[in-house]
């Protein structure tokens, strides 16, 4: 008798608004799964609706996420394919499902991720601040001194900061980067790919304003972003003990291309920074 190969799991993104942003190949594996394991059935219902499906579907929420495992891991080992769903953009990302996909994964069973749409890239490609570094912290904590604590670690990241919020707390967070970093440029980009698409950029005080003004523009669901820390200022103590070990390196013969690795691992920047700088000083002499 011939075994039934186990089934795969699909980590499948959905839209975060505009269902013209599934993909073909995500609604090709949807009709093609035995199953849906949903972070919201119900929501997730008409999607499949929208696309003419009708599957068996399960929930899986971050309140069940771990009694779900075995029962999901029993339909893989069936031969069953499942596509994991969230109520909107990449799983996984701030929503459900890495337990699952972390203990499914030490089982050996089969995990195919399939990409899409996800807020936090989509709001980063339009928000028109630096994207080629940047941390994404989920969502802030609801209570003002663990939110306070958390904005006091992330101040000095000189990274693009993102995070998610909701309508009910955005005016609360704006409060909070004003106290602790009013001087930053803030995009806030709501409702992302829907009707009423936003993007408001200022300090966070000017941003209170513009929500004060227009109380519409607090609805919906937003990705906060925020500017990295300016570089941090080399100190004058430490200028000069950079200048003393260059003239240190060069009297001792080392060549110029290894004194600039030495004092980029000590010191930090770019080799070629200070292997001009090193240029220079040899100039000097």
């Not at 929420?61 to 080992?77: P, S, V």
């Not at 936090?120 to 969502?139: E, K, N, Q």
């Amino acid at each position: 008798m011939t075994q039934t190969p186990p089934g795969t799991l699909y980590v499948v993104a959905t839209p975060i608004g505009n269902l013209d942003d599934l993909s073909a190949r995500a609604i090709r594996l949807l009709g093609g799964v035995a199953r849906v394991a949903a972070e919201d059935t119900r929501h997730s219902a008409r999607l499949l609706s929208h696309l003419g499906l009708n599957k068996p579907m399960l929930s899986l929420h971050e309140h069940n996420e771990a009694r779900r495992i075995d029962t999901l891991d029993r339909y893989l080992a069936e031969g069953e394919d499942i596509a994991l769903i969230s109520d909107a953009g990449t799983p996984l990302i701030s929503d459900p499902g890495f337990v699952l996909v972390r203990e499914l994964r030490a089982r050996n069973r089969h995990i195919v991720p399939v990409p899409g749409p996800c807020a936090l890239i989509t709001a980063l490609s339009g928000a028109g601040l630096p994207t080629d570094r940047f941390v994404f912290g989920g969502f802030l904590p609801a209570k003002p001194g663990a939110r306070r604590q958390a904005l006091e670690g992330w101040k000095t990241r000189e990274e693009t900061l993102v995070f998610y919020e909701s309508p009910h707390r955005i005016v609360h967070t704006l409060e909070a980067l004003n106290e602790q970093l009013a001087e930053r440029d803030v995009v806030l980009a709501r409702e992302l790919t829907k009707t009423f698409e936003t993007f408001l950029h200022g300090s966070p005080a000017s941003l209170l304003a513009q929500l004060a003004d227009d109380p519409n523009q607090a609805r919906g669901e937003f990705v906060v972003i925020v500017a990295g820390a300016p570089p941090a200022v080399q100190s004058k103590q430490q200028a000069i003990d950079a200048d003393t070990l260059l003239d240190a390196l060069l009297a001792e013969g080392v060549g110029v291309k290894q004194a600039a690795g030495v004092a980029a691992r000590l010191f930090g920047g770019r080799k070629q920074t200070w292997y001009a700088r090193l240029q220079a000083i040899k100039g000097e002499h």
